[in-house]
């Protein structure tokens, strides 16, 4: 694609960024055939190619409309496009910069700048998210449907570790005091809490701490770690989002240069932006080595549990039928994709066939909050897919995913770790059980 960018860009690194990706599309449109919102609305502007053309016009022209940004707002981030992509096309940061430039060139009405500052406020904030989430699940009756619908059941309990299990054998419960089991093992990984994952599905990272102890593996968590940055990066406040990298890559640094074998990141769509830290900040000098080397150790969880380690542990499906949600941050943005469907297979769990798996489910982040429409379309469409095979279970790997199907689904849906954890969960209760009914002490 030829370009010619206008003044006020061409020679600044994000012009040349975006010049750059801009002549790497062929103009072929096989990206419209696996767009979500181009298979909705039928439009080629809400299609990866219609927006390469809008940005590249902002770009060139140094002028935007309403017309630019309503279409470079629809858009996802899935990267469904970017898979499909011959030419190699890195659209989901044209489509970052498009947005950014967007913003500048026609600044948004206040109640659109409001909501999405109130967004970037409380999210990203454990304790401010916790109170919101509280206040909000008392005034349910008062919202619309589709937003109580959202509204995650709160608080969820977390499920006890092996250590706090082993520790009320002992007559003590260790849950009083800890949040998180202690270090036990000589090797050890450090976890991500996260934001929203930390106070909505605690459970999941509780799974991840007693499958990897199974393993001889302690996980550990950095307290002064929290969001990802991704929220933030995603609304176009870019210096916001370097901030929460540089306050994690600080937290996880000490445990860095102690030995921490990976940092392992449960929710999918916070692994995307914690690989990509080595690219967000490499213009910083202070961070860009530390950066990388963060990106270089961070991995999903399916990338270090294996078949082996799972049958290691006794964990059996017994044929348990489930049906897989693929985020697009799993399989697009991490290429991640048949690596967790692999694993439940090789312990018997049943797989049901999904139709159209690459494409997304419509939470994205806070896309659920900014388009509701258009998210709900795709979140029946995706419903649809995943109850076809009458599942038992509907399986996820990314939080979001996870609380914006819950909201309407006849179905359980839960992350991976815990259908896993699930089945050890159950046999460590038989033999706790067992040993407490044969206690000296008991009745």
Known sequence: MQTQLAEFIRDTATGREADAILRACVHCGFCTATCPTYQLTGDELDGPRGRIYLVKQMLETGTAGAVTLHHLDRCLLCRSCETTCPSGVRYGRLAEIGRAVAET?????????IKRRALRWAVPEPVRFRTLLAVLNRLRWLLPIRYARQLPSFPRRREPSPIELDARLRGHDETQSHATPARRHPRTMLILEGCVQSVVTPNVNAAARRLFDGLGVSLIAAPEAGCCGALSTHLSAHEEGQDQMRRNID????????GAEAILVTASGCGVMVKDYGEALRDDPRYTDKARRVSDLARDPCEVLTADDLIRLGIKGHGRRIAFQSPCSLQHGQRLDGRIEALLSAVDFELTPVADGHLCCGSAGSYSVLQPEMAEALRDNKLAALQAGRPDVIVTANVGC???LSGTSELPVMHWLEA?????VRKERAVVSAKLASHPFAD
């Not at 060139?105 to 700048?113: E, F, G, V, W, Y």
């Not at 937290?251 to 102690?258: G, L, Q, T």
């Open 420 to 424: 896993l954890n699930e089945v050890g």
């Open 105 to 113: 060139l026609s600044p948004r009405p206040l109640a659109d700048r």
């Open 402 to 404: 996870q609380m914006h």
């Open 251 to 258: 937290a996880w640094w000490p445990h860095i240069e102690a």
